[in-house]
């Protein structure tokens, strides 16, 4: 009777071994299978994050916080680049009144055309887009710092969708 309890407790030792074995060795190919699958995600999304962030750059030079050529120009003065983007843009936007905005000659259908966003693209050029509510445009601006801190703004060309 001893031996076969033995016997059984043997058969049943073994089975479970067994069992555990193909189990483990069943979720370790499924985990490394689902570990090399994130790893791919991760490497397309690097590479795609890698192509955004080259297209960032590549579009950052056409501002003034990325044209180091631009920045020179106001190395000369005590003027921060920061301050000038948002001093600039601030003017621009502070043209906008109930009335429209004056550096744009357009009139629009239900209210007046208003400057919505404004981007530096340099020491001395300016766009900015602007709408009425239904038509949209953009408008091209050069700006002029003069010595007492004041902004002076001239229309090179503006265009309406």
């Known amino acids: 009777m001893r031996r076969n309890i033995f016997l059984y407790l043997f058969l049943f030792a073994t089975l ?13 190919a499924n985990a490394e299978k689902r570990i090399t699958n994130l790893k791919q995600k991760l ?24 044209n180091v050529n631009a920045q020179e ?12 983007i948002l001093k600039v843009s601030d003017a621009v936007i502070e043209k906008n ?3 429209g905005n004056d ?3 357009y ?3 239900t209210r007046d055309f208003l400057v919505n966003s404004v981007q ?18 953009e408008i091209l601006l050069r700006y002029f710092i003069n010595e007492d801190g004041t902004i002076d703004f001239e229309v090179a060309d503006e265009l309406l969708h």
């Open 43 to 66: 490497s397309d999304k690097d590479a795609a994050n890698g192509m955004i962030q080259e297209k960032m750059n590549l579009a950052s030079g056409f501002t003034l916080a990325g």
């Open 16 to 28: 479970w071994i067994v069992f555990q074995y193909v189990h483990n060795s069943k979720y370790s």
């Open 103 to 105: 550096l744009i000659s």
């Open 120 to 137: 530096v693209l340099n020491h001395r050029w300016i766009i900015a887009d602007f709408t009425d509510g239904n038509t949209w445009g």
């Open 73 to 84: 120009y106001f190395e000369k003065s005590d003027l921060d680049i920061d301050e000038v």
């Open 97 to 99: 009144t109930a009335q």
């Open 107 to 109: 009139k629009g259908d």
